[in-house]
């Protein structure tokens, strides 16, 4: 005998609301056949592009061809390659270089700001140049081994948590509250620069190289920013330029660096980027009344 289900004509219809508490006929956990009629797939998934995706990983291979260049430079100075003029004459240049490339794409930036750019740099380096002998004798009783491999580390570290997008640089003159991550990111790699400059025996020496590398972990960020804010094309003419030039420095060094580096930069580059479009193929978002209510206020006159 097959069992009718008899349904009361006066029965109230089943509304979906959000607070009131439960509705009489009806069970705290009922849901109507309407309930999958507003499920959504995938409505916030972004559709990539490859070509934008390798574009925008420039600026991660242009700032591993930036610390690379450092790496350089301090094997250099340790090799004595380098001397102090060479390394003060660098400092001026990048310095001069680096002003030049604010003045031509910043334009809040004016001539009161640029005069308290040149006093706070000058007071940093007067300060840098008197903490230079406490530098030379930090880590005298550590061998050179255990310094590259604190500082190699390090160095990753600063690579890792670095904020390539540029979203703690600001105008200028502008309050900004760094992140944790990018924080993290610079005492690194000012703590590995004065790992290398506690191996050199010449203050002058030590304050260059100290010099040197706070100009580019500070600076360098805030110009490879402004550049590619003025314009794109000149940022990826500014980026790429600097990868050849990287290269040849590092294959004049150590052919298997150079493959290395070779290899990290097509990695970054073109690997990664491809990887990111094939998994957006295997992404599955589901959205529904079921998620958490999003509040919109419509404010009118």
């Known amino acids: 005998m097959e069992s009718e289900v008899i349904t009361s004509p006066t029965r109230p219809r089943w509304r979906k609301v959000a607070y009131g508490g439960m509705q009489p006929g009806f069970d705290d956990n009922h849901t109507d056949d309407s309930f999958l009629e507003e499920m959504v797939m995938n409505a916030n998934v972004v559709k990539r592009d490859i070509l934008k995706v390798m574009l925008d990983s420039v600026s991660i291979s242009q700032y591993l061809c930036i610390v690379a260049l450092v790496g350089l430079v301090w094997t250099y100075t340790l090799r004595s390659i380098l001397n102090e003029n060479s390394l003060l004459l660098l400092d001026v240049t990048l310095l001069g270089l680096g002003f030049l490339v604010l003045l031509l794409t910043k334009e809040m930036l004016s001539f009161n700001l640029f005069l308290r750019y040149l006093l706070n740099i000058s007071f940093f380096i007067s300060g840098l140049y008197v903490l230079a002998p406490i530098y030379q004798t930090l880590t005298t009783s550590i061998s050179s081994n255990s310094i590259w491999a604190v500082t190699v580390a390090l160095l990753v570290l600063h690579l890792f948590l670095h904020d390539y997008n540029g979203s703690t640089v600001r105008a200028p003159g502008a309050l900004h509250n760094p992140t944790l991550t990018s924080c993290i990111s610079l005492n690194a790699s000012v703590v590995a620069s004065v790992f290398i400059a506690s191996c050199l025996r010449s203050r002058l020496l030590v304050f260059a190289i100290m010099l040197f590398s706070l100009q580019v972990f500070l600076f360098a960020p805030l110009v490879t920013y402004c550049i590619k804010k003025y314009s794109f094309r000149l940022h990826l003419w500014f980026s790429f330029g600097l990868m050849i030039a990287t290269l040849a ?51 009118t006159d």
């Open 249 to 299: 420095f590092v294959y004049t060094l150590h052919l298997l660096l150079f493959v290395m580096l070779l290899g990290l930069l097509i990695f970054v580059t073109v690997v990664c980027p491809y990887w990111l479009i094939r998994m957006q193929e295997y992404k599955f978002e589901i959205a529904g009344p079921w998620d958490e209510a999003k509040l919109c206020f419509d404010i």
